[in-house]
């Protein structure tokens, strides 16, 4: 199939050359890819100026989004555990009031971080 689409190629049938249809077919392609090249280039060069800096601030705040939400749960459960402890210094309940707060410290870090991300003002919108 290759050795068919060549200019100057002997066919099998004897015939030397291309029909005007492969002719048609060649310039066009040609003129699709000096196109192509040319709307490449221009991409390259617009990217290259303001892109690289649209990248590394958007890289850069969902960074600071990731890092916002996990410091949500891990604040929600360090909290917990803190007041468990401190309750059962000082009612001498211990482990009930650490697992207990410790628990309501993850459920109320998972609901700081559904809200920051937005989870729960969109389930609100739906009812």
Do not use: C, H, Y
């Not at 040319?38 to 990248?55: F, L, P």
């Not at 749960?73 to 309940?93: K, Q």
């Not at 459920?107 to 809200?115: E, F, H, Q, S, Y």
Request: aromatic share 4%; charged share 25%.
């Amino acid at each position: 199939m290759a050795e068919d689409t060549r200019e100057g190629s002997d066919r099998e049938d004897g015939s030397r050359g291309n029909t005007p249809d492969e002719a048609a077919l060649s310039a066009r392609l040609g003129n699709l890819d000096r196109r192509l090249s040319k709307i490449g280039g221009s991409r390259k060069i617009g990217t290259d100026q303001s892109g690289s800096e649209d990248a590394a601030q958007a890289k850069a705040s969902a960074m600071a989004v990731g890092l916002r939400l996990s410091s949500e749960l891990v604040a929600g459960v360090l909290a917990g555990a803190a007041l468990g402890w401190g309750f059962d210094r000082l009612l001498s309940t211990s482990p009930w009031g650490l697992i207990v707060f410790l628990l309501l410290g993850f459920t109320a870090g998972v609901i700081n971080v559904m809200r920051a991300a937005g989870v729960m003002a969109k389930q609100s919108e739906r009812l």
